[in-house]
């Protein structure tokens, strides 16, 4: 005990010692050193046996083949998620049948032991005690197989739904720039959750649930017969029918219902996300009261499609069973009858109605799993449609290895249309030297953007060829074309963790010296000073809590470690005070010495550094030049330069002023 209040004194005792807290919490000095001391000896044998039950998860050995392995691109079909694991399925349908056979004996045994133990002339207690302990046999049988079904099949989908999550996610991870453009994010997303639990309901209960229900049907329309056919056939053509056209309508019902549910719950989501993403503008723009009608008519919707489910459902149980009452009360008539003309034995009369009664359990539970059943289908559909999606830009079978590059890029005229048909930039015919700098300048909409997609293979061109040192991009190898190339979007994404984890993300293995370097070199040095815990400090979704001035300093540090030859840099756009613009501006030089790079310029001041500029108009390069060339050639860029040199000069008469 003695330890464990020291370790409990020492460690976290108030944070005294351990967390800068007042010092020796509890009253007594706090022990000197790190917070944490190690395991108190009475506690290291639990720690041990612990860590001795522990699975070991070996780190896993992932193959990432852009065009897909062979296996990932057969069809997407519930039997082949499932047959992968034969052993698992083939032991899930014996335990299926075992359940449906072995729940089934006890109606039968009763009435076995009241014709052949109870009935006047037929007492003996042996007969009724054996099968009573028989009954038991039964009964602890069949819950041992419920047992182990639940646990088998429960692994069973675990292990088709790991799959399936790593299947979708690596084609995911293949598909081109295009696909996410065009699909709507919540769309993708839906694909990964409700689409997937969908099935993962279906395959831990409802396919197991399926079979035992039907079978269980089958097993007892045999007994029926088998205990006296005449009963049985009255059974059919009195309950039958009638049974059947209330499923029917209970089929079509609730399928229209899960429908509307399925829609009120996605507009419901949809809605959610939608103002969770815009909270800023709903507040600026005074739009909350709007909101709140719009979602509670969004959610009335909702609400009101389970109130019909609930309404189908009250119909549908309550009905059926009302069904069998009346079936059971004519069959009793005419039952009694046959008994009392002894042509029937009485125990054979209380089996059947026990039969008859776990009759329209599974009817009932098979039409409410053919819903799941439904659910799951519809949800294999929409991921097969999603796996057989081809990415537009593949890499060819007899793709070759980029070997290090000078770093030349040559637009061999090339055109490229979203849609074919509409041709974005045209006939484009460029050189960049190795190690030179080309801004592209131009209006907005003009193509500069897609003109640095097409240098990333993000898309492929229409026509023409995109080029470096020679090689056409469509002949090399994703992965070593893109070790080669560094990109610094407009709209720097940071990802959930740490400053350092983000720097070094396309190169994880980077030393600390490393990391600090690239710091150093982009000026990010005073940024992380700042930070609570440094390189260290966990950056929250998308960096939202850095400026974005930060932001693009990480991503240059970013791109600056990865070291890459050529570099396609889109500049950002949004205002930057002067010291951050020159900070940034700073980090570029840095960031572009002795590299080949396309510089997306939005400022004449970032342009201006380049070693040549490339005016981008309406899809074609117009002018190429150095800024001297351009600006003496009196055309297009000269224009540009002239209205931005008249502003800055208004901008700083008026700033002159103002301060008078
Ligand atoms: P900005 O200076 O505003 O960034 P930009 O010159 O970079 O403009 P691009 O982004 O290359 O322009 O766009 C060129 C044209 O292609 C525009 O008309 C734009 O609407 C269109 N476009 C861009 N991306 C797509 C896309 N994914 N699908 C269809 N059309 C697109």
């Excluded at 449906?100 to 009435?111: E, F, I, K, R, W």
């Excluded at 049907?217 to 049985?232: C, H, P």
């Excluded at 009905?319 to 009392?340: C, D, K, P, R, S």
Aim: aromatic residues 6%.
């Amino acid at each position: 005990m003695g330890s464990a209040m020291s370790w409990g004194g020492g460690g976290f005792g108030g944070g005294g010692g351990g967390f800068g807290g007042a010092p020796g919490g509890f009253g007594r000095p706090a022990a000197p050193g790190l917070p944490f001391a190690g395991i108190p000896t009475e506690l290291q044998g639990g720690v041990d046996g612990l860590l001795a039950s522990e699975p070991e998860h070996p780190a896993p050995d992932v193959v990432f083949n852009q065009n897909g392995s062979e296996l990932e691109l057969k069809r997407l079909t519930l039997w082949r998620l499932l047959t992968k694991y034969r052993g698992m399925l083939a032991l899930a349908g014996l335990l299926v049948v075992v359940i449906s056979v072995a729940a089934q004996t006890g109606p039968a045994l009763t009435g076995i032991a009241i014709d052949d133990g109870m009935s006047p002339g037929h007492e003996h207690f042996a007969v009724v005690a054996i099968l009573a302990a028989a009954y038991l046999v039964f009964i602890a049988v069949t819950a041992l197989a419920q047992r182990l079904q639940v646990k088998v099949t429960g692994r069973l989908a675990a292990w088709v739904m790991n799959d399936l999550r790593v299947k979708v996610f690596a084609h995911l991870q293949r598909l081109s720039l295009g696909f996410f453009t065009e699909e709507k994010a919540g769309v993708v997303m839906s694909r990964m959750t409700s689409d997937i639990e969908n099935l993962q309901q279906l395959l831990q209960d409802g396919l197991s649930q399926l079979a035992i229900q039907a079978l269980t049907m089958v097993v007892i329309t045999v007994i029926l017969f088998a205990t006296d056919v005449r009963l049985a056939a009255i059974t059919v053509v009195l309950i039958v029918p009638a049974l059947v056209v209330a499923s029917l309508w209970f089929k079509r019902a609730s399928e229209r219902g899960y429908d509307r549910v399925r829609d009120g719950i996605a507009n419901v989501l949809a809605d959610l996300s939608e103002s969770l993403h815009g909270v800023r503008i709903v507040t600026a723009h005074n739009r909350q009261r709007h909101n709140v009608i719009h979602h509670r008519n969004v959610v009335g919707d909702y609400r009101d499609a389970n109130n019909y489910t609930a309404h189908v459902n009250a119909l549908y149980g309550p009905g059926t069973q009302f069904l069998g009452v009346v079936g059971q009360a004519v069959l009793l008539a005419i039952g009694g009858e046959m008994v009392l003309h002894h042509t029937l034995k009485i125990g054979a009369l209380v089996a059947f109605f026990l039969y008859l009664n776990r009759f329209f359990q599974p009817i009932q539970l098979l039409v409410q799993q053919y819903n799941t059943y439904q659910q799951g289908q519809a949800s294999v559909y929409k991921l097969r449609n999603l796996i057989d999606t081809e990415p537009e830009v593949t890499e060819s079978a007899d793709a070759v290895e980029l070997p290090p590059i000078e770093g030349e890029i040559v637009f061999d005229h090339v055109s490229f249309g979203y849609d074919p048909d509409r041709l974005v930039v045209e006939d484009i015919a460029l050189q960049v030297a190795p190690g030179e700098t080309v801004a592209f300048v131009g209006p907005t909409g003009a193509g500069k953007s897609t003109l640095a997609k097409l240098v990333t293979r993000f898309y492929d061109p229409t026509e023409g060829r995109v080029l470096i040192d020679g090689h056409d991009l469509r002949d090399v190898t994703m992965r070593s074309l893109r070790r080669q190339l560094g990109v610094v979007p407009q709209e720097p994404f940071l990802f959930a963790g740490t400053i350092r984890d983000n720097i070094a993300f396309a190169r994880p293995e980077a030393t600390d010296e490393e990391i600090f370097e690239a710091v150093r070199t982009v000026g990010l040095g005073d940024v992380i000073d700042r930070m609570p815990n440094g390189l260290d400090t966990v950056v929250h979704e998308r960096g939202q809590t850095l400026s974005s001035g930060e932001r693009q300093l990480i991503a240059l540090a970013r791109a600056f470690l990865a070291h890459p030859r050529v570099l396609v840099l889109d500049e950002a756009t949004s205002n930057l005070d002067l010291q951050s613009e020159t900070k940034i501006e700073t980090a570029l030089d840095a960031l572009l010495e002795n590299r080949t790079a396309i510089l997306i310029a939005h400022r004449l001041s970032t342009a201006m550094r380049a070693d040549r500029i490339a005016v981008v108009d309406q899809g074609r390069v117009t002018e190429v030049g150095t800024h001297a060339e351009l600006v003496a050639s009196g055309g297009r860029y000269a224009e540009m330069y002239a209205t931005w040199v008249r502003q800055s000069d208004l901008a700083e008469h008026a700033a002159a002023d103002g301060g008078r």
